[in-house]
């Protein structure tokens, strides 16, 4: 998922995507590639930034400072969205959704909220 406008500052980093997807290969995430950490960090890290002012040592900072479990932590919850959104479930709208997950005892109230006495 290497956009174009975007291919510059991949190039400049990829020594420490691949630094990076080398320590998660020693800590057992062999599968965890450069290509899957840039993801992690347009998608999850830079989601809300303008990638033409990031400077380089920013985004290299940004990439050596992820930990396996905040990422495993993101792919999971990305695969749990993905597999909801292909599941029978995926029909249900938010207001369905929270309705579901609320723990039992604890129905949301869809009336009026009462003041407290």
Known sequence: MVQQDTGDLFGRVMPALSNKADEFSFYGYGSVTEEDL????????????????????EAVGDILSI??????????????????????????????????????????????AQKPN
Not at 38 to 55: E, M
Not at 80 to 100: C, I, T, V, W
């Open 38 to 57: 840039w993801t992690y960090c347009l998608v999850k890290l830079w989601r809300k930034k303008d990638l033409q002012a990031i400077p380089v040592h």
């Open 67 to 112: 930990s396996p479990s905040r990422y495993m932590t993101h792919t999971q919850v990305e695969g749990f969205k993905k597999a909801a959104g292909n599941s029978g479930f995926g029909g249900l709208d938010d207001e369905e959704f929270r309705e579901l997950l609320a723990p039992k005892g604890r129905k949301r109230d869809t009336g009026t």
